[in-house]
């Protein structure tokens, strides 16, 4: 696993030649502003919360775009191959991959922390509250990209590798929300613990911020089991 | 260097690679040679650990290929079929990257760099972005790649396709002088390819070993599927006849237009030799002096398929193969 790391630098820096990084550069930043700018008003709370929470809604659309090219473009090019035949396990490749493109989701968020000096010179701001809501995204992130990176692996175009993903993310992230705000005292005791494990459930206390231990276990073995299957999807294409 | 015992693959039921042996000693220059679908590009997926095999083995440099494929991989430069590269990078951005890979430090890392560049002709490219380049600078920078770690072993698969004659020439150059350093493997659907570099040629057709031998054993026996075509205007049967008492040649056949026997039309008719021997001049001769004027005689080698098609009917015929 020890060469994860050169592959995680190439993938990111290749981002940067890619059209497709910059245009959701730019809407991620356009609509994070249109949001902090919700927070950002006299009378309010200094804090992140409106940005933090409606960021996830964002994140299902725009991380799959991130991540449909990781694998899928590899098996459509060919260039797999180059990286198979080197002395470099599949494992290399999945985590390397995976942290290449959390890499430019961190790029993503980047400019956001503008938002957090700004709020710090126009008011108090409690920066613990910031941090854990930033942990949060982070771990949506890992999540989104390790479920955009299994996608990408299982195909060869980049389209269906994102529009499968966004529906992934859709069945865990929106689909519970929208069952809970919109009959929550409608559902049986099982719907609603099912529902609970939904992504924006785990997610909404980190944009409060609350670090809830159980959450975090959440992201991160629900991260690596997707990493899990991604390493095993392609280890199965070599037999096929 | 590089053995092979029995080595197959199924996709499907399809068996496209069909229990291949040979062996490759160290330092010599092996051709695979065969038409497309032959099943070159699986056996070398293979042997470079990319597509498992269906049964069989292989070892290189005395690593197992399935086994160890680990250590097959460190000893092994492969350029796979169309060359795949990241075209955002720079050709020593490329380049630095696979070095990574492979775990090189960075003074031999460099070192390298400035030698496969050097030698790969890439010297006037190194900064430009991949995808900006011709297919033949590509294929270099693919070759590069695969000489960057010094591997015992080189395995090229097509390494000459879509390039232009003077390309081919300089890449057949390139190759020729890495044998004797490197154990080389390459596929190659063009014959006087395998003649040009190869030590040694493999003739595969339909996943199997059809015929082995050295280029020259190729030849001689390309040479004896030959036939000499002659243009001349002259009565169909008698320019018939006549050719057939030249000494040497085997089977004379009217091809255009199908032997009428007008004498005042051109004819062609094709001579096939009876073994290989040129008779051009002996025909020559037998026309002049029967005053039918020649417009053309030519030697035409067998193309590729007529030379497998022979190949495969030989090896029915007779199971051994050609030398070795």
Redesign the interface.
């Given at each position: 696993m020890?060469?994860a790391p050169?592959?995680a630098?190439?993938e990111l820096s290749?981002y940067f030649?890619?059209p497709i990084a910059y245009v959701a550069l730019t809407l991620f930043l356009a609509v994070s502003g249109f949001f902090f700018y919700q927070d950002f008003q006299p009378g309010q709370p200094a804090g992140m919360r409106t940005i933090f929470q409606y960021m996830i809604w964002l994140l299902v659309f725009i991380v799959p775009v991130l991540c449909m090219g990781l694998l899928a473009q590899e098996w459509a090019?060919?260039?797999?191959?180059?990286?198979?035949?080197?002395?470099?396990?599949e494992a290399d490749i999945v985590i390397g991959k995976f942290l290449g493109a959390l890499g430019f989701f961190v790029v993503l968020l980047l400019p956001t922390l503008v938002y957090v000096v700004l709020l710090k010179i126009f008011g108090h701001v409690d920066l613990n509250t910031i941090a854990a809501g930033y942990l949060g995204i982070l771990l949506v992130g890992s999540l989104f990209v390790s479920v955009g990176l299994f996608c990408s692996a299982l195909t060869k175009s980049q389209v269906v590798a994102a529009v499968s993903a966004i529906a992934i993310l859709f069945l865990i992230t929106v689909v519970p929300w929208l069952v809970q705000s919109q009959g929550a005292s409608t559902l049986s005791a099982r719907w609603r613990g099912i529902t609970d494990e939904g992504v924006y459930n785990q997610y909404v206390d980190f944009s409060k911020g609350t670090v809830d231990t159980g959450h975090l276990i959440f992201f991160l073995v629900l991260t690596a089991v997707f990493l899990f299957i991604t390493v095993k999807v392609l280890e199965a294409r070599?037999?096929k | 260097m590089i053995s092979v015992s029995q080595l197959s693959k199924a996709y499907g039921p399809v068996l496209a690679v069909d229990r291949i042996s040979f062996d490759v000693k160290k330092g010599q220059v092996v051709g695979f040679l065969g038409p497309n679908g032959a099943g070159k590009s699986t056996t070398l997926r293979m042997l470079t650990c990319y597509l498992p095999p269906t049964s069989g083995g292989a070892t290189i440099n005395g690593f197992d290929i399935f086994h160890q494929s680990q250590q097959v991989r460190e000893n092994l430069g492969y350029l796979p079929e169309n060359c795949p590269l990241y075209t955002e990078m720079k050709v020593t951005e490329y380049l630095d990257f696979r070095g990574r890979l492979r775990k090189m430090d960075r003074p031999t890392r460099l070192k390298r760099i400035e030698y496969v560049v050097e030698r790969c002709w890439l010297s006037g490219v190194r900064d430009r972005v991949i995808g900006h380049l011709s297919k033949g600078y590509r294929q270099r920078v693919g070759l590069a790649d695969a000489l960057l770690h010094n591997p015992a072993v080189l395995i090229l698969d097509e390494p000459t396709v879509g390039l232009d004659p003077a390309q081919i020439i300089e890449t057949r150059k390139l190759i020729k002088g890495l044998g004797g350093d490197h154990t080389l493997i390459l596929s190659t659907h063009i014959l006087p390819e395998v003649e040009a570099v190869c030590d040694r040629a493999i003739v595969i057709a339909g996943g199997r070993i059809v015929a082995q031998g050295s280029p020259e054993e190729l030849r001689a026996s390309r040479r004896m599927q030959a036939r000499v075509l002659i243009e001349c205007k002259g009565p169909g049967e008698q320019v018939k006849n006549a050719l057939q008492r030249v000494s040497g040649v085997g089977k004379v056949e009217i091809i255009s237009p199908n032997g009428d026997g007008q004498a005042d039309k051109y004819i062609t008719a094709a001579v096939r030799p009876k073994e290989s021997y040129d008779v051009r001049e002996e025909v020559a001769r037998t026309i002049q002096q029967n005053g039918w004027p020649l417009r053309e005689i030519r030697l035409e080698h067998a193309t590729l398929e007529e030379f497998f098609v022979q190949v495969t009917a030989n090896q029915a015929a007779a199971p051994t193969g050609g030398a070795q």
């Open positions: 020890n060469r050169t592959i630098r190439r290749s030649y890619s090019t060919g260039t797999i191959e180059t990286l198979m035949t080197a002395p470099l396990g070599r037999w | -």
